[in-house]
């Protein structure tokens, strides 16, 4: 009898540790609620996806791998554009389902990454930083500048009761950002349920369709005549015009030229950061992989860059070609130049040497990537096929910060 008196504390205690197990004990609070605490460290707008919302749906399944029967409720807070500032907090069915998640979710932070690295140096470092935790049930995603204070606020909601519940609730810090959606979809978006982005060029009113042509713009630039060309093709013209007479005139050695048409375009242009965004509503320069973009909209991905570093080089009779392969860790695609100054091969990267990308002008990062080796741009994470493209192997016009 006494053995048995013994067993019942042992049993209920046994009980209720078990009943703790995979238990909501962060009781009254909702995934919503919890995200939006730990976005208080957010420096950036935050758009809340609830699900129900589309995007949220995408974010879930596309972008995390994961199962969306398994989550019982979820919040995604994302910052789109240039930042990478992300908050996203999930409960499962059980605990077993979260800890599956928190692996999807490190997967996922390993390629934000490196889709970041190259590009937004300092984001992906706040990526590198990033926190995925779980506590039963629950998974929280956490890329902010201060991922630690974020972990401190999910578990602090365990320990606390949720917030009384406002419609002027708002994590967000400033107030660009769009108010939280309640997860009924809306037969047209209102404008307190579409974030508003950052303002930026307009693209020129087009009369009609354009594509760029170089072979259109060489000819009319060598022969003079403008006539029949489309206001973009006479933008880029113009352009062109004041870089070859007042930034790189004739006189010059082809180095000295391809070195000012280098700087030139990065003083120019600025990465279009829009691409990185997850968020559709951060939308990209349609001309931001020709001249037209980099020269006029000041906007350009690699290959607007490496266009436009050809069509210079090609109209100062330089020998140019553009490599076409994959940069960075994530392996996506990437394009850059390679010229032959007497008779050598050397890399160009003008993309990678915009040191808007790297949050600070020196001249070490403007020409990190001018006039380098072959091997020196597979030891910084470019890959191509090697078959048909020339090996560069040259220093004497490397810059002197180059490696």
């Known amino acids: 009898m006494s053995k048995v008196k013994a067993l019942v504390p042992m049993l209920i205690l046994a009980l209720c540790l078990t009943g703790c197990g995979d238990d909501n004990d962060a009781a009254g609070w909702t995934a919503s609620a919890i995200a939006r605490s730990i976005a208080a460290g957010a420096t950036e707008s935050l758009t809340e996806l609830l699900p129900g919302d589309e995007l949220y749906d995408e974010y879930i399944t596309e972008y995390y791998g994961l199962d969306a029967a ?40 390993d390629a934000r990454q490196a889709d970041f690295t190259g590009y937004m140096p300092a984001e992906a470092d706040m990526l590198a930083n990033a926190e995925v935790v779980t506590r039963n049930a629950w998974c929280a995603l956490i890329v902010l500048p201060d991922a630690a204070s974020g972990v401190e606020a999910f578990n602090d909601c365990f320990e606390s009761a949720p917030p009384a519940v406002s419609a002027a609730v708002d994590t967000t810090p400033d107030t660009h950002s769009a108010p939280a959606q309640t997860g009924e979809p809306s037969p047209s978006p209102s404008p307190s349920a579409t974030p508003s982005p950052e303002p930026t060029a307009e693209p020129a009113q087009q009369s009609e369709e354009w594509s760029y042509s170089e072979a259109r713009i060489i000819e009319a630039y060598r022969s003079g005549s403008h006539a029949g060309l489309h206001e973009n093709d006479r933008a880029i013209l113009e352009a062109v015009d004041h870089v070859l007479t007042e930034v790189a005139p004739a006189g010059l050695s082809d180095y000295e030229r391809e070195l000012a048409i280098h700087d030139y375009i990065i003083d120019t242009a600025e990465y279009d950061s829009e ?8 939308e990209e320069s349609p001309n931001n992989s020709n001249p ?39 392996r996506e695609e ?46 910084t994470h470019h890959y191509w096929e090697a078959s048909g493209v020339p090996e560069a192997t040259a220093t004497r016009y490397a810059w002197p910060y180059s490696g």
């Open 334 to 379: 990437h394009a850059w130049n390679m010229v032959c100054l007497d008779g050598e091969w050397y890399c160009v990267d003008v993309t990678w040497d915009d040191p808007v990308a790297f949050g600070a002008v020196s001249e070490t990062t403007a020409h990190r990537y001018f006039n380098v080796t072959s091997s020196y741009m597979r030891d």
């Open 292 to 330: 037209y973009g980099a020269l006029i909209e000041g906007r350009a991905v690699c290959r607007g860059y490496s266009s436009t570093f050809q069509m210079f080089m090609d109209l100062i009779g330089v020998e140019c070609i553009t490599v076409e392969g994959e940069g960075n860790l994530s």
């Open 70 to 109: 398994a989550i019982s409720d979820g919040a995604v807070l994302a910052a789109g554009g240039s930042s990478a500032q992300e908050v996203a907090v999930l409960y499962f069915t059980d605990s077993d389902a979260a800890e599956d998640a928190a692996l999807s979710l490190e997967r996922y932070l």
């Open 275 to 282: 691409t990185l965004s997850l968020l559709p509503f951060f």
